[in-house]
């Protein structure tokens, strides 16, 4: 019973975790573009880090559908986010909260009576690779979850995308992106460890632009690890930038710490 309670802790808060990496006012839904098959992928990756979100301030509601292949759940949680520094989600009546900080990962939930406070290896074991909150923050605005600059890309034109794959693929991990041909936003990530037969994809169904900023208004995520699916697909609404925001978030007397 102790396991399975665990295991239903970590499904509610991997739908939760995933959430917040996306996010305004009015808001104007875009799609489409044309690729130009001259473009390098130097050319590619520079127009992807100079559309970079630089907002200050993130808050709104996320709609989330989540599938483990054995039971469904939908919920609507509130996010707030404070850019490189703090990213906060609570469920309706504060049943599950959550807050992640660049050196914290913490958690409850009501319906369990536990909670998780700790660092990023319980995200990392989740997902199937090494995660910090700038990897997660990018995943939520719609930017490479690895830093593009640092390695040579092979490019070329898939559905209506610039596809970059590394000239040099790793032995443990393989990377694959999409980017989209009208804002150079993520379309697409892909990581991959084949020996351990696991895999997380992102993929971006559309963006919004809000206070002239671009950001994700429907992402689909999949994290699969040997036999296990996990599916999360997440829709913004009535989100806002740069307004005032707090996180309060207190660890109830008497929970029982999840145990990794």
Known sequence: MKFLRTIKSKQIFTAVMIIFMASCKSTKVVSGGTVDEKLSSKSVIKAHYQNEAGFKTLSGRVKISYSDGES????????????DKAIWMSA????????????????????????FDGDFSYLSELL????DFSILQNLLTGQA??????EKYDIDISDDSYRLTPKQQGTLYK??????????KMALQQLSQPTEKRLLE??????????KEILPNEIMVRAISKDQVNNIDLEFKNLELNGAVNFPYSIPKGFKEIEL
């Open 72 to 83: 469904t759940q939908n919920v609507s949680v509130s996010i707030r986010m404070e850019k």
């Open 92 to 115: 309706p009546l504060g049943i599950v909260k959550a807050y992640i900080t660049p050196d914290r990962v913490s958690f409850y939930n009501k319906l369990q009576n536990e909670y």
């Open 128 to 131: 199937g690779t090494d995660v």
């Open 145 to 150: 979850i690895v830093d593009l600059r640092q």
């Open 175 to 184: 990377t694959l992106f999409k980017v989209e041909p009208k804002n150079y």
């Open 202 to 211: 992102i993929t971006y169904q559309n963006y919004q632009i809000l206070d």
